[in-house]
């Protein structure tokens, strides 16, 4: 049976709590425990599929199709444990269980209740898969006193009360503000959010406190006395210059160590933290620096592109160089020259996206990729763009464009080069999808294998001819352009193991210029960077040196 971490945050939101959640995760495999990260969502939607990236930031795909919040995303980067369907639970997937079972009859003519219906399917949820780690650490998003979260935390609550004594504690994270004119940190906020989280039955056993300045231990004190929290478990939490730095920042301020303690693991075994200290020493002593252009549609808010921000760094650690990312609004491109923009830059990433806006711009950042020889990554939408760049331009299909955008103008304008796929395979099943199935169902979605062309740029990337990759896409290139595409020199590199679906296309004689159908930076880890990422700062490196 797990031991079970209840990470909450209280004061403020955006406190940090997915990252102190995975550092703390990776602080216990550190220590030679086996892990798994799990997230509970108040709000009501079912998940976050169908959340403005906008709004809510990237949507995290796992490997078994989930569409999952990007605290996931962090999970896994600090872990490297793959995050499943039940790692995210919201409010909204909760009620649906507990509305379904209802209607089946499930309950046998019960009123149906908070307590102790909907609180009994979210214990069921958090305790899926507790045979298989040492510990399993369930932050709750938002802050303790949002009203949607009480079901949350009182089961919670529950469920400390029925598992044996000392499986089970509580994290809270709380923000101590400085006051600049009287030189002072203040406590009572936490103090408040404490006593909040106690009135509705929950005592922290590690508080970590988030402060722009050093907290001095009498105010340490004073926080531990008025929280009833041991001293050595009030755990500082200063800002960081790189999120990596989480891990070795909250080892030696001894969070592994509180959280032992709360427990009572003792002697606690000894730390391994050399992955930690490789992955600061890439980023410390990197030479250098390249700079990639994201070529997108939601460039306004950067957590929109969370991963591939994450993977690129990963990528310039593998090279042991700095790599500066700038995002350009793919519609300037729509009526001015790519060209002065886009000559600064040493390699073009254009990123996965929904909808017709900015396309043409997409389209034109990759023509420009492929005429100046810059190296260029398509990811999932980039690879469909360049695809369509290559087909008007090299195989002369002048109006060549993707289902998605005639469906959503409800005309046809363009010949469907990338066309809406209705039934694929997935392993040894068959998946079929109607048009009118609800938003959220009609995506290929998760990890699917693609097999690489021997001799292929992307093989050489790889290091292998066989890949799995996750999806989030409906559309899909349409095979029969492979001809006339590939005697332009556009070479599909990556098919799906039934060689129905392009999975990957490079171009000839191009120094680096690889689309991919899939999403790679979904599983590039700062100890292990993706090998597409590696490859392309690697070659923006070469292109620096030429330029
Ligand atoms: N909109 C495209 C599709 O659905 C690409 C999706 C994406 O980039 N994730 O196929």
């Known amino acids: 049976m797990a031991r079970y971490v209840f990470i909450t945050g209280g004061v403020v939101s955006s406190l940090g709590k997915g990252l102190a959640s995975a550092a703390l995760g990776a602080l216990l495999q550190a220590r030679g425990f086996s892990v798994r990260l799990r997230k509970l969502d108040p709000y009501l939607n079912v998940d976050p599929g169908t ?14 199709g989930a569409e999952t919040d990007l605290d996931l995303g962090h999970y896994e980067r600090f872990t490297g444990v793959s995050a499943r369907k039940t790692d995210s639970i919201s409010s909204g997937r909760i009620y649906t269980n507990v509305l379904e079972k209802e209607r089946r009859g499930e309950y046998l003519g019960k009123t149906i209740q908070v307590i102790p219906h909907v609180t009994n399917e979210i214990k069921d949820w958090i305790s899926v898969g507790d045979d298989e780690v040492d510990f399993m650490l369930c932050e709750i998003g938002g802050t303790v006193g949002d009203i949607e979260g009480l079901p949350f935390f009182e089961a919670i609550r529950q469920f400390a009360q029925d598992r044996p004594r000392g499986q089970v504690i509580f994290m809270h994270l709380t923000l101590l503000p400085y006051l600049a004119a009287s030189g002072e940190l203040k406590t009572k906020p936490t103090q408040h959010s404490v ?7 929950l005592q922290p056993d590690v508080l970590v406190c988030r402060s722009e300045q050093p907290i001095p231990d009498k105010e340490r004190a004073k926080i531990a006395l008025f929280c009833n929290v041991r001293p050595d478990a009030v755990i500082p939490a200063y800002d960081l210059k790189s999120i990596y730095e989480a891990p070795l920042a909250y080892h030696r301020v001894g969070l592994d160590q509180a959280v032992l303690d709360a427990f009572g693991i003792s002697p606690a075994p000894k730390p391994d933290m050399s992955r930690w200290e490789d992955v600061m020493d890439r980023l410390d002593n990197a030479e250098g620096e390249v700079r990639v252009a994201i070529v997108g549609k939601y460039v306004q808010l950067e957590d929109a592109y969370k991963s591939i921000a994450e993977a690129l760094t990963h990528g310039g650690m593998a090279n042991r160089v700095r790599v500066k990312a700038e995002w350009i609004d793919a519609e300037i491109f729509e009526h001015e020259d790519p060209a002065p923009y886009l000559e600064n830059y040493h390699a073009i990433l254009v990123p996965g996206g929904f909808g017709e806006r900015g396309t043409e711009g997409k389209i034109r950042a990759a023509q420009f990729a492929r005429e100046k020889g810059v190296p260029y990554l398509g990811i999932c939408l980039g690879m469909q763009m360049a695809v369509i760049e290559a087909a008007r331009n090299l195989a002369g299909v002048k109006d060549a ?28 099943h068959r998946v079929e999808r109607k048009v009118t199935d609800d938003k959220g169902g009609t995506m290929r979605l998760g ?12 093989a050489e990337v790889y290091g292998s001819t066989d890949i799995e990759e996750r999806h989030r896409h409906r559309y899909e290139v349409d095979i029969k352009y492979r001809e006339p595409l590939e005697s332009c020199g556009l070479t599909f590199s990556g098919m799906s193991p039934d060689g129905r679906l392009p999975e990957i296309v490079e171009h000839k004689g191009h120094p680096w210029f690889i689309g991919v159908q899939f999403h790679p930076e979904l599983k590039s880890k700062p100890f292990a960077p993706h090998p597409l990422f590696a490859g392309f700062i690697k070659a923006a490196l070469e292109q620096s040196r030429l330029v």
């Open 195 to 201: 006593k909040e989280l106690r009135s509705i039955g």
């Open 51 to 64: 959340m403005s990236p906008f709004e809510h930031g990237e949507v995290f795909v796992t490997d078994d």
């Open 447 to 458: 990890a699917y294998s693609a097999a690489l062309k021997e001799g292929s740029k992307v």
């Open 401 to 428: 464009g993707s289902e998605e955008f005639d469906h959503e103008a409800g005309k046809k304008r363009f010949t469907p080069v990338v066309y809406h796929l209705k039934e694929w395979v997935q392993g040894n």
